[in-house]
């Protein structure tokens, strides 16, 4: 069983910065695809950032040129770097990962954005 392990989340002003971590148990060096979700309530999760093996990223509409995901294949751990933070971020931010099999995902943090 993979574990995703998630931190850095809190509360910040807007216009302020956060960086998520996700620490992946297993090594994440061959995975397919690995990012972050975040879903508020009443609404479908939807995807904020994903990095494929290939180094290649993929970003919503909505956070293009705002959020960085970046990875580290030494400390098996995907990093989501948030600039100029809007109220309309605030959410619970979940990680995601896929090798060859399933799809795994954290626990959840949570990311308050006040105005």
Request: glycine content about 12%; hydrophobic content about 30%; aromatic content about 10%.
């Amino acid at each position: 069983q993979v574990q995703l392990v998630e931190s850095g989340g809190g509360l910040v002003q807007a216009g302020g910065s956060l960086r998520l971590s996700c620490a992946a148990s297993r090594s994440i060096f061959s995975i397919n695809v690995m990012g972050w979700y975040r879903q508020v309530p009443g609404k479908q999760r939807e995807l904020v950032a994903n990095t494929s093996r290939g180094g290649s990223t993929n970003y919503a509409d909505s956070v293009k040129g705002r959020f960085t995901i970046s990875r580290d294949i030494g400390k098996n751990t995907v990093y989501l770097q948030m600039n100029s933070l809007k109220p309309e971020d605030t959410a619970v931010y979940y990680c995601n990962a896929r090798w060859a099999g399933p799809s795994y995902w954290g626990q959840g943090t949570q990311v308050t954005v006040s105005s």
